[in-house]
């Protein structure tokens, strides 16, 4: 779980720091990264301390576009930073089967091409609409979602402003349901996302 890739986006954060301190569910195994882009939250902005959108510098659909400190700036290649090669190399390393990247202001989850019947179950549960938005180029979602098999990496849009208590609530109830469901599921033997939790 990512809580902010954008520095300008935060509510996530404390999404993650409130699963960090509930106990963990026996099977389960959560991976949580508050930010990663530490440098563009303490400034504030959108991309890292090299002007670069890091969501815009994963490999899949990867397409150089705006200039250094423009919004959507690609970087001048694939993982040119080193929070984006951190994070590959993380999600590489442990291949989780359920991702979820946390970003702002559209107030739904978007159907990231990963197992959709899960996305769709998990905005029901914390109150959100399931969209699919149009796939945007060179994404951490398209990567990881392409470059593992059988997982499930999806985007959370919450709210402008910071996490609403009750969202919060919501969010941290459904995020230990799926993580209840994908311990039982590991115990039978099953690799798969979940298909029910």
């Not at 890091?54 to 700036?73: A, P, W």
């Not at 946390?102 to 197992?115: A, R």
């Amino acid at each position: 779980m990512v809580g902010c890739i954008h520095g300008d986006e935060p509510a996530g954060i404390a999404v993650t720091r409130a699963l960090r301190r509930l106990p963990g569910t026996p099977g389960a195994r959560l991976i949580l990264v508050d930010e990663l882009n530490p440098d563009g939250r303490r400034a504030g902005a959108r991309q890292n301390a090299r002007g670069v959108d890091l969501n815009r510098n994963f490999s899949v659909g990867f397409r150089r576009s705006g200039r250094r400190g423009e919004t959507f700036y690609s970087g001048p290649r694939p993982f040119s930073e080193p929070e984006t090669r951190a994070l590959r190399s993380l999600v590489l390393r442990e291949r989780p089967t359920v991702t979820i990247w946390f970003h702002q202001h559209l107030n739904l989850v978007d159907l990231s091409g990963g197992n959709a019947g899960l996305e769709r179950r998990f905005a029901r549960r914390i109150g959100l609409r399931a969209v699919r938005l149009a796939p945007l180029a060179g994404t951490a979602t398209r990567w990881q979602n392409r470059r593992l098999a059988h997982t499930s990496a999806f985007v959370v849009e919450l709210p402008a402003g910071a996490a609403r208590p009750g969202l919060r609530v919501r969010l941290l109830a459904a995020i230990r349901a799926l993580e209840g469901h994908r311990a039982r599921s590991r115990a039978a033997g099953t690799r798969r996302p979940a298909a029910a939790f």
